[in-house]
Every structure is written in structure tokens, then in C-alpha cells.
């Protein structure tokens, strides 16, 4: 049953006796009484949320001097609305907006002299380029709003709002381009953002877990970024992009397996150069979750694979290290995880220290106490410095995960556990969807590697990927055509 | 499901790492030495077995472990080896089976048959006769600063690069062997001042040497007429007075079967040369055209006397090197039904016919 | 029942192909020698030949039904009871190949690497693999033949490239020597590895080709692919090894990998041997799907859900394995299944295709 909305009276001192009793133990609200021209009015506001220079300049002024006209005419404010609900204006006062009556009338007016408090837009922390834009999302969602309609000023970019959070009431933003994304998608979002019920949501993380498609995967099925020119790349192809108030990172859905192996760099250097590095990515995929297990399969299973003067360098370096190959492998992954865990939660210039100290004096010291063979650290490091190459941290650190599993299955079967474990992965990869659309289609024929496998030359991506652009789908029209 | 997945887990752990071997206690077994012991028919087995000492710290220096036991086959001297060294001794890795004389001129492959049951054993590891006393070649602790081991392996492997010798892998000859007939040469070692040195190959015949060997320049000759493409191999000799040396850069074989109706005339050995002249005569001289064919013409002639002299060789250790058996029986059924090779094949007229052609003098003209 | 989705014809084509290549591989040219000798490859070639007929004539029998699949329109043809009666039949022969092919590979693994790990281990493992797999739709089934198709690849590429350590073409002069006959005896020992094909009974009205032909075309091709890959093997293997030798080893291709030796890496044939589960595990992942679609239409509104119904039969399978562990009763075991298949793919749905000719023609005739 609704609740009865309670009206707004024409009385000041009902007005007053309201907010008073609401925000009895508030000590930062604040009620103003004012007389301009023998009438009473009323302000009310937090002091911690609004701008008094605003106040000033903008309304009290106005006021003083033109104390007979309408209230609506004289405050100068934009951001003006009118309401009778008290409701309605209890939750402007929360959110920063400063509330005017005027005795006798039975409105309140709502004016935004709210203070505005946001850093200004950096450069990119996380995800740095060599070329292209330098600026990054920050926490402020209008401004990031803002960035986005510049980059593409098109009638055709839609931005729709939701607010998620019993409490917290935070702003989300759905991005998408109108005549290219596919609907079903936007209304598979729109009604998964509408079912969370949630007292706050913390982005990108909640909302990532509570729209996701799988519940178990270690796989990230969300792109998280906080360049505007990358969010810009994947709404033209047809994919959406959420961005919440308070978190400088989107979300970019859906994505497939492939959009975790591009970096805006691939676009901007040559293309035979871009697709050399996204194939060493790929490649750096495998190392990092095969490299270790692959270790641990040829020191305890299978050392016929390689040829005598390697094998023989391989056990001298083991021969007279006490733990078992898995052992060492497992704690030489943990002392990675832990350096990389220690770097990033100390200040910048320690962690670097810690980085230094950690990898060569641990290395050196642990090869020489002979813990650990000298073989298994440069797996280690390879594996790490792999992983590390991988652009989306969350990929990342998923691949880096799996290579435990990995090296548990080769203790106990060798490659066969590691052959074992590629497959399962293929398999979850493949079964995987997000927003329905597959996560994992291996490239099969020579269209479908373009944007995935390689990075095709930008004249020879004429299309926008099917499944997420279905209806249209050509994004360039007839290339070099100053040529013919 | 999940339940299930952790159960499966548990079970993996209850029941795996059985097959797990731990690189640090095996022994890879680099060569492996087979000879009879005295005048029984027990084998006498020896074991190299290569390691890197010191080098966990990096640098190292390579070593070798002799062992010798004996045994009724090769896996019963494989069990006693582990009883007399701790440690996995591991044929994983061998790269080189050598067999003495005595023992090759009994049925070595079939002893060497049970190599292949050893799991992944790598069957292409070389097998090569030593004419001497193998235990005392093999329980040197080096050969000119190396591991016998790599001493060995190292000699046969640059002589087949330079296209030389013969490539022996244990596979081609054991479970009945990969040619038609199991006639083969197998490179000779001979005792030489204090280690070894390469001496020709070793003619077999149905599995068992003959006791024929050929020399150096004869087994490079052999290999040439067995399809051995040009390798830069150097064929030094001398003809009406005059030395010459060349160096092949093109060989194309061939053989041309000639019979009567279903009956066998002859076979020629074609080989067509392409050489390249580093030397003929002391006198460095410009060559015409002219001199040219008569330097060509020297050195088939050469060649061809010197081919006949193979032929002959490998004719009377009844050993088809050139697996003629197999070129008669695939391209004239017929005839070769109507042969009855083994006793016949001393008889049939084998020809060389060797063609040169001089392509350049080398750097000088 | 979930709804398929379509596939197109490029995926066919890797299912397919991947169905169609699995354990025989390894033994195909040892299997081959013994009957055929030499001549192995002709065999095969013919054996290649004769299952594009029997493409064809699935082919046929499914055009007839173009909008149903298999184990939707049996009891079309003959009636219920014995609809049913086919389809659990059919169901069962999958599962039971699906363990077979499952068990023999086991059976290799055991004998070339894992002497002390207990058989079932590997068994369940495999069959967990293959079962997960086999849960998918037939979409999802054909990414993964897809993405494993990498691996045939590399492993056709290896053996046709080991030609380069020498090869005797004598070995297979002179051609058929010894009359026809045991060619014959060939062709009927080959034609098992090109089962597989069969997919096409279930898959036929979900593949998105522009016409029936495309779609008889795509098959073909995929046909034509396994023959290449069979008769090169063959080839490879006749030519490297002498009779004897082939008749001994009853897996030559991996003694033709062991050649590789490159200086950081020698055992070519054990990675072969341990990446080949996922080739194997291609064509049992599809025998559990077709044996689980197979249940579900036992009855016609769709009976149990997909992934129960493969979870059972690979419990089953699981528990089957424990009473194969010789590998002589194996090898009988996959020499009635070699009849029992030739019987299924073949002959039924000849006898299918003839009763429907005549309903159809009696139908007309009314």
C-alpha cells in the first residue's frame, strides 16, 4: 500500500517544525529565517553540502532586490524545480539541494547550490598507452557523462539513468548507441539492473556480480575500464557501457574472450605490429597458466620430453633441492602473489623498493640456500612478468589463479593432468555466454580472427561483430576509395 | 555437482603421483655398451650414465658414470644395475647402443628387440659396432676433455651432417627392421691411441655381421651409391699419376634394372655427380673446356674402378647395402619371384656408372 | 526440451571431422598392415569412398524429415513402440562406443605412460571431461570440436612433414600384389574409423546451409578431410616402416614422431600421445550427446533433462569399465562393435529409408 504523501503547508513554521523533527540529530542542517519585504521565508539546507557563495550570489541577492515578483522569476539557479511533496524535498535536502519557502505559498522550491567537490580528469593509472587520448573516467558521473557526449556527439548515444541502492541511492548511467546496439541485450540489462534491491552498491564489482550470466567463473565477464576512448570503441560496436556514480571505472558489456587481449595501443600502431603483440598475449595466457604446470610435469613425469644436455642442467639445478618439484612450484607462485600484493598496497616508492628487494634478493638467497632450484625461478618470473602482459588486471589475475589448478593436476598426472586441464577450460570457455551472446568462439575462419586473434588492418574491418551489432552492421564504407 | 567435483579431488589425492618419477634421483643411461661375456651366452651390459655435477649455482661440469653388469637380456641388467646404485636408472634418454663384434656376429637384434619395449625409450638413438674391448672404451672418464659419451655421439653426428656415414637409428633395424632385407653397414669405432676413432662400417648380413668391414673411403662411396645426397663430402684420389680432390655438391642416384624377359640381366648403379675441383695435380693452370673433360673422364674412371671394388666387397659379405632385393622386388615382381636372392645376389652383375660433372674449381679459377 | 540452436556449415564440418578421427588413428596403419599389407592406403582410400555413401544415404533419409531430427521422426516411420525400441538402441550403442573408444585410449595411456596410476583414475577422468563436454548444446559442442580442431591440424602437419627423415616409397611397390581381396578385408577393417559421420542422423535439421546440396557438399568435405588425414597417415607409416615392423607396433605413428628432435625438445611422440585425449575425447563427447538425445526422445515430449541424462550414462560407462581390462577382451569387444556400428549407421537406416520410401509411396498412392 502507498504511503500517504504528505503536502506541503502553506505555514513556514509547519515547514520548519517538519525538517527539525526529521533531522533532529543532524547537527550540520541548517534553517534560515529570512524577512525581505515584510515577508517570511525559510531556507533549508545542509551547511556540509551546499556552496554559500552560490547562496549569495544567486538567490539571497535576487531576493533583496526584487522582493515582490515570483520566486520562480527573480533566483537565477539553473538547477530549479517546484514540488509540494515533502518527500520529495527531504531527499533534495539529503542530496544537496537547498529547499526556499516562502511563507504563504504551499510549494517548496528545491535550488541546487550543491558544492561541487570533484579532482579533475587525470591521466589513466591503470591502463596505460603509448598513444592516443590521455584522459580517464573520474568519480563524478556527470563528468564522466560529460566526456563520453563529447567523444561522440550523436543524437544517436543514449544515456539512461537508474538509481540502485536502498540507501545510497547511486546514480548509474546505461550508455549505448541507438541505432547499432542490439536491443535484446539493452533490455536484458535494463532488466537486470532493475531486479538488484541492494541497501548499496560498491561499482564495479556488485553490480558486475549480481548481472553476470555465470555465477562460478573465474573468468571476468565484464570489461572494466576508465578510458573514455575505449568505452567509445565498444559502444560502436554495438556493446553498452554502465558507468556509476562514484567509481572513476565502467563497465563495458558484453564481452567476449577476445576484447580482454585488445589494448587501445593495437589501434594506433601498425597493424602488423598491433596483431604481433595481441598474439603475444595470447601467448603470455598460455605461459602463465601452463608454464608452471609444464615445469612440474617434465621434473616429475616426463623428462623424455626434453633432449639429455637439457635434462641434465634441469637435475643438476634440482639435485639438491629437498622439496618436490610441486612444492617449490606452488611456493615460489605464492611468494609472486605476495610481492605483487605487497607492491600494490604500499606508497609507490616503497613498493618499488619491495620489488627490488623482493625479487632479487629473495631470488638470489632462495637459489642459494638451494629451497628452491634456479630453474624454478625463472619459471616463476616468466610466469608472472606473462601474466603481467595480459591488459585487463582482472584477466590477469584469473589466468594467474589457474595456474594452480594447473600445477596440481600435473603433480598427479603430468601433462596429461595439464592436457586435462587445457580442455576443461575450453570447455567452460565455450559454454559460457554473457548477455547471451558466446564468450568463447574460436577463431575458425579468417573473418573471425579480424578483431580477436589479430588485429586486421582498419580497412579490412568492414564489419561490427555479429553478435553484438546484429541488425548494422557495416562500420567503414568504401575504404580508401581516393585510391580508385 | 560440486559435492561430486570435491570427491573427485579427494580420490586424486588419495590415488595419484603413482607414476611420478623424481627427476633428481634418475639416472639417464647416455650409452649403452652390449657384449657377451667371455664365450657365454650371457650379455655383458655397460651403462653410461651422463650427469652435470656442481650446477645447481650455475657452471657445472659434465660427468660420466660407468656400470657393467650382466644379464640374460637387457632388462634383467637394467634390474641389476639399480641394485647396485641407488638411484632410477632410466634409458629415457639413451642416445647411442654399441655393440661389440662378438656380439654382433650372433643375433643382435634380437637382443636389441626388447629395447623397444622400454616405455618412450627414444629408438632413435644411434647403433654403432665397436671393434675392441668396449667395457675399457666405456669406462674412460673422458676422450680429448670430453665425456666419452658426447665423444662418441659427437663423432657420429658430424660425419652423417657431412653426409659420410650411413645414419643408423636403433628402429630402422630391430622388429624385423625398416628394409627389405636386413642387410646393413653399421659405423665401425676402433680403438685409436687412447680413445676412439670412426674406422668405416661393418657389413651385416640377415641381422648378423659378417665379419667384412669397409674403410672410410669406401663406406663414403657406399653411402654416395646408396642415395646419400650431396653434402660437400670430399673424395680424394688419384688417377694416371695425378691426385685429385672434389667436393660433391649434387649427387642424384639411380638404378637402371636390366632384364631378359622375366629373368634377370644386370644392374647398373648410376650416379650422377655434381663436383666441385679443389685440386688436380701440383700445378695450379687455367682449365678449357677441353681439359675439363679429360679431368672428368680421369676421375670417373676413378670412381668407377673404385665403386666396382665396394660393390665387390659388400658382394662377398653377401650384404645387399644398396637393398637391391627391394628395387627388384618393387618395380619386377615377377622376376624377383623367380630369384632366390640370398644365394643368387653374389652372382648378379652389379655395375657403377659414375658421371661427373665438374661444376667450378672452388674459389680459384 | 531445450530448443537447438543452428549451426553453420563450417562447424558442422569440424564436428564432424573431429567425430570421425579417435582412437583408430593410432592403430589404423598397424590394423591396416595385418589385412591389407602394403596396400593399406588403397584401403583406406576405398573405405574413405564408401563412407561418402554412406554420408549420402544418411543424407537421404534425412531429407525426407527436414525440419526433426533422428530420433524425432523414427517413430514416425515405423510406428511408436518401435520408434522407441530404435531409439533406445541407438542410445545404447553410444554410450557403449563412447566407453569403448574411452577405454582403449585408457588402455594406450596405460601401457605407454601410466604403468602404476589405477585405470579407472584415468577413466573417470576422461569420462568427466567428455560428460561435461557432452552437456552442452549442439552450438556450444561444435565451438569445442572447433577450438580442438587445432590439434588434428598440428598433428597431420608433424606427420606429413616426418617425411623429410626419409622415406622409402618402395615399400609400397608393388600395388595390390596379392589380388583384391585382402583390400577388401581392409576396407571393411577401416570403414569404423570413418564412423562418426553418423552426427549428421541427429544434426541434419539444425545446420544452416542455403540448400539441401550445400549441406550433402559440407559433409563431403568433411569426409574428404578425415580421408586425406587417414590415407596420409597411412602413407607415412607404410613408407617409414618395413610389413614387419607394422605388424609388430601396434602404434606406429607415435614411433614416427619420436624423429622429431629438436635441441630443446626430443619426445614429440608423448606430447602427440597426451594431447591426443582431446581428439579422443571429441568423438566420445559426441557419442555421450548423441546417446543422452537419444533418451530424451524416448518419449516424444522429451524425457529427463540433457545433463542428468549424461551424467548417468557416464556413470554408467564408469561402472562398465571396471570389466575392461585386458586388452584382448578390449580389442574383441571393439571388433563387435565394429559390426554392431556398420549395422547402425548403415544398415538401419537403410531399412529406415526403404519402409519410409514405401509409406511414402503408398501415401502418394492413396
Request: glycine share 6%; net charge positive; hydrophobic share 45%.
Amino acid at each position: 500500500m502507498a504511503k500517504e504523501e504528505k503536502r506541503v503547508d502553506p505555514s513556514v513554521a509547519v515547514t520548519e517544525h517538519y525538517f527539525k523533527q526529521l533531522f533532529a540529530d543532524q547537527s550540520d542542517f541548517q534553517s534560515k529565517q529570512l524577512f525581505i519585504g515584510g515577508i517570511e521565508y525559510r531556507l533549508f539546507y545542509f551547511d556540509t553540502l551546499i556552496d554559500s557563495s552560490l547562496i549569495q550570489e544567486f538567490i539571497l541577492r535576487p531576493l533583496l532586490s526584487r522582493p515582490q515578483e515570483a520566486v520562480r522569476d527573480v533566483v537565477s539557479i539553473l538547477d530549479f524545480a517546484e514540488t509540494e511533496l515533502f518527500d520529495e524535498a527531504v531527499h533534495a535536502v539529503i542530496s544537496g539541494k537547498t529547499v526556499l519557502h516562502r511563507n504563504g505559498e504551499n510549494r517548496l522550491y528545491l535550488l541546487g547550490a550543491d558544492l561541487k567537490k570533484e579532482r579533475s580528469i587525470n591521466i589513466p593509472t591503470n591502463e596505460r598507452i603509448l598513444r592516443g587520448a590521455n584522459e580517464a573516467f573520474i568519480e563524478n558521473l556527470d563528468t564522466n557523462l560529460n566526456l563520453m557526449r563529447k567523444l561522440i556527439a550523436s543524437k544517436e548515444l543514449i544515456v539512461k539513468t537508474y538509481t540502485i541502492g536502498k540507501l545510497s541511492q547511486t546514480k548509474i548511467a546505461v550508455m549505448y548507441i541507438k541505432s547499432i546496439a542490439d536491443s535484446s541485450i539493452i533490455d536484458k540489462l535494463d532488466q537486470r539492473l532493475k531486479s538488484i534491491d541492494i541497501d548499496y552498491v560498491e561499482a564495479p564489482g556488485f553490480i558486475d556480480e549480481l548481472i553476470r550470466e555465470k555465477k562460478f567463473s573465474l573468468f571476468p565477464q565484464l570489461l572494466i575500464t576508465e578510458r573514455p576512448d575505449r568505452a567509445r570503441a565498444y559502444l560502436m560496436e554495438g556493446k553498452v557501457v554502465v558507468s556509476t556514480a562514484g567509481s572513476p571505472d565502467t563497465i563495458i558489456l558484453p564481452v567476449t574472450f577476445w576484447s580482454f587481449f585488445q589494448s587501445p595501443d593495437d589501434y594506433h600502431s601498425s597493424w602488423l605490429v598491433g596483431s604481433t603483440f595481441r598474439l603475444l598475449r595470447l601467448f603470455c595466457f598460455l605461459i602463465t597458466i601452463g608454464l608452471p604446470a609444464f615445469y612440474v610435469s617434465v621434473s616429475s613425469f616426463n623428462p623424455q620430453l626434453l633432449p639429455i644436455n637439457f635434462v641434465n642442467t634441469l637435475q643438476s639445478s634440482l639435485k639438491y633441492v629437498t622439496f618436490p618439484p610441486f612444492v617449490e612450484t606452488i611456493s615460489m607462485m605464492l611468494l609472486l602473489e605476495i610481492l605483487r600484493e605487497a607492491t600494490i598496497r604500499l606508497a609507490s616508492p616503497v613498493g618499488q623498493t619491495i620489488g627490488v628487494v623482493g625479487g632479487i634478493v629473495i631470488g638470489t638467497v632462495v637459489v642459494q640456500s638451494n629451497l628452491v632450484s634456479n630453474t624454478m625461478v625463472i619459471v616463476a618470473a616468466l610466469t608472472g612478468l606473462a601474466s603481467f602482459v595480459i591488459p585487463s588486471y582482472e584477466m590477469s589475475s584469473a589466468v594467474r589463479l589457474l595456474s594452480y589448478p594447473a600445477i596440481l593436476l600435473s603433480s598427479f598426472f603430468g601433462l596429461l593432468g595439464l592436457a586435462i586441464f587445457f580442455m576443461f577450460i575450453c570447455i567452460f570457455l565455450c559454454q559460457m555466454s554473457t548477455m547471451g551472446v558466446p564468450y568463447f568462439t574460436p577463431p575458425f575462419s579468417i573473418k573471425d580472427t579480424k578483431d580477436t586473434l589479430l588485429r586486421a588492418p582498419v580497412w579490412s574491418i568492414r564489419n561490427r561483430p555479429a553478435e553484438t551489432a546484429p541488425h548494422n552492421q557495416t562500420r567503414l564504407r568504401r575504404p580508401r576509395s581516393w585510391k580508385r | 555437482m560440486k559435492k561430486g567435483i570435491a570427491a573427485f579431488f579427494l580420490c586424486l589425492l588419495l590415488t595419484g603421483c603413482l607414476d611420478q618419477l623424481q627427476l633428481k634421483n634418475l639416472l639417464f643411461v647416455d650409452v649403452v655398451g652390449i657384449d657377451y661375456v667371455d664365450d657365454s651366452k650371457e650379455l655383458k651390459v655397460n651403462f653410461v650414465i651422463s650427469a652435470l655435477r656442481e650446477a645447481n649455482l650455475g657452471g657445472g661440469r659434465q660427468s660420466a658414470l660407468f656400470m657393467e653388469t650382466t644379464g640374460a637380456n637387457l632388462y634383467e641388467a637394467v634390474s641389476k644395475t639399480n641394485k647396485e646404485i641407488p638411484g632410477i636408472l632410466s634409458v629415457l634418454e639413451t642416445r647411442l647402443y654399441l655393440i661389440s663384434t662378438k656380439f654382433a656376429k650372433e643375433q643382435p637384434l634380437d637382443h636389441l628387440n626388447i629395447a623397444s619395449q622400454f616405455a618412450s625409450n627414444p629408438l632413435y638413438a644411434y647403433l654403432a659396432i665397436y671393434d675392441g674391448d668396449l667395457s675399457k672404451l666405456l669406462a674412460k672418464k673422458s676422450m680429448k676433455d670430453q665425456t666419452v659419451a658426447n665423444f662418441l655421439i659427437g663423432l657420429l653426428d658430424d660425419e652423417k651432417t657431412r653426409g659420410r656415414i650411413p645414419s643408423n637409428k636403433l628402429l630402422h633395424y630391430i622388429l624385423g627392421g625398416t628394409q627389405f632385407m636386413n642387410d646393413f653397414a653399421l659405423n665401425r669405432f676402433e680403438p685409436y691411441k687412447d680413445s676412439a676413432r670412426l674406422a668405416g662400417t661393418s657389413l651385416f648380413s640377415d641381422g648378423r655381421y659378417t665379419g667384412i668391414n669397409l674403410s672410410n673411403e669406401d663406406t663414403q662411396l657406399a653411402n654416395l651409391m646408396g642415395g646419400e645426397t650431396g653434402k660437400n663430402q670430399l673424395i680424394i684420389g688419384e688417377q694416371n699419376g695425378i691426385h685429385y680432390s672434389i667436393l660433391v655438391q649434387n649427387a642424384k642416384r639411380h638404378f637402371k634394372i636390366n632384364t631378359d624377359a622375366d629373368k634377370l640381366r644386370d644392374i647398373a648403379v648410376d650416379i650422377q655427380m655434381d663436383v666441385k675441383l679443389i685440386e688436380d695435380g701440383p700445378e695450379l693452370k687455367k682449365h678449357t673446356n677441353k681439359e675439363l673433360a679429360k679431368t672428368e673422364k680421369a676421375i670417373e674412371a676413378d670412381l668407377n674402378s673404385k665403386a666396382a671394388k665396394v660393390i665387390a666387397t659388400i658382394k662377398q659379405a653377401n650384404c645387399d647395402y644398396l637393398q637391391l632385393a627391394h628395387e627388384v622386388a618393387a618395380f619386377h615382381p615377377k622376376v624377383y619371384s623367380g630369384l632366390s636372392w640370398r644365394e643368387q645376389y653374389p652372382q648378379i652383375g652389379i655395375k657403377p656408372q659414375v658421371k661427373v660433372r665438374i661444376l667450378n674449381n672452388a674459389i680459384l679459377e | 526440451m531445450r530448443k537447438e540452436e543452428h549451426i553453420t556449415g563450417r562447424q558442422l564440418i569440424s564436428l564432424t571431422v573431429m567425430a570421425q578421427l579417435g582412437t583408430e588413428v593410432l592403430s589404423l596403419p598397424h590394423v591396416g598392415a595385418t589385412t591389407a599389407g602394403h596396400d593399406t592406403w588403397i584401403a583406406v582410400l576405398l573405405s574413405g569412398m564408401a563412407a561418402q555413401l554412406g554420408i549420402i544415404l544418411i543424407w537421404w533419409l534425412g531429407s525426407h524429415y527436414p525440419k526433426r531430427n533422428f530420433y524425432a521422426y523414427t517413430s514416425q516411420i515405423v510406428g511408436k513402440p518401435i520408434g522407441i525400441l530404435i531409439n533406445l538402441i541407438y542410445g545404447t550403442y553410444y554410450a557403449f562406443s563412447g566407453l569403448l573408444i574411452t577405454a582403449l585410449y585408457t588402455d594406450i595411456l596405460k601401457r605407454w605412460m601410466f604403468s602404476l596410476t589405477p585405470r579407472w583414475l584415468i577413466l573417470l577422468m576422461l569420462l568427466i571431461i567428455c560428460g561435461y563436454a557432452a552437456t552442452s548444446t549442439l552450438k556450444k559442442l561444435a565451438y569445442i570440436s572447433q577450438s580442438f580442431m587445432l590439434f588434428p591440424v598440428i598433428c597431420f602437419l608433424l606427420i606429413a612433414f616426418s617425411g623429410v627423415y626419409g622415406f622409402d616409397a618402395k615399400n609400397l611397390l608393388p600395388i595390390v600384389s596379392d589380388g583384391w581381396s585382402p583390400i577388401l578385408k581392409g576396407i571393411y577393417a577401416a570403414y569404423s574409423a570413418y564412423i562418426g559421420y553418423d552426427l549428421l542422423l541427429y544434426a541434419y535439421p539444425y545446420v544452416q546451409t542455403q540448400s539441401k546440396k550445400k549441406l550433402l557438399w559440407t559433409m563431403s568435405i568433411a569426409n574428404a578431410c578425415t580421408i586425406v588425414f587417414y590415407v596420409v597417415v597411412c602413407l607415412v607409416c607404410s613408407t617409414m616402416f618395413s610389413l614387419k615392423q607394422l605388424i609388430v607396433i601396434p602404434e606406429p605413428i607415435v614411433f614416427i614422431l619420436k624423429n622429431y628432435k629438436v635441441q630443446i625438445l626430443q619426445s614429440v611422440d608423448i606430447l602427440f600421445l597426451i594431447f591426443y585425449v582431446s581428439v579422443v575425447a571429441a568423438t566420445v563427447y559426441v557419442y555421450f550427446f548423441m546417446a543422452a538425445k537419444a533418451f530424451m526422445h524416448l518419449r516424444s515430449g522429451g524425457m529427463g533433462k540433457q545433463h542428468i541424462w549424461v551424467w548417468v550414462i557416464v556413470c554408467a560407462c564408469f561402472i562398465a569399465g571396471f570389466f575392461m581390462t585386458k586388452r584382448n577382451d578390449l580389442l574383441q569387444v571393439a571388433a563387435f562393435q565394429d559390426q554392431l556400428s556398420i549395422f547402425l549407421v548403415v544398415g538401419l537406416p537403410v531399412i529406415l529409408l526403404i519402409i519410409s520410401g514405401l509409406r511414402g509411396a503408398g501415401r502418394r498412392g492413396v
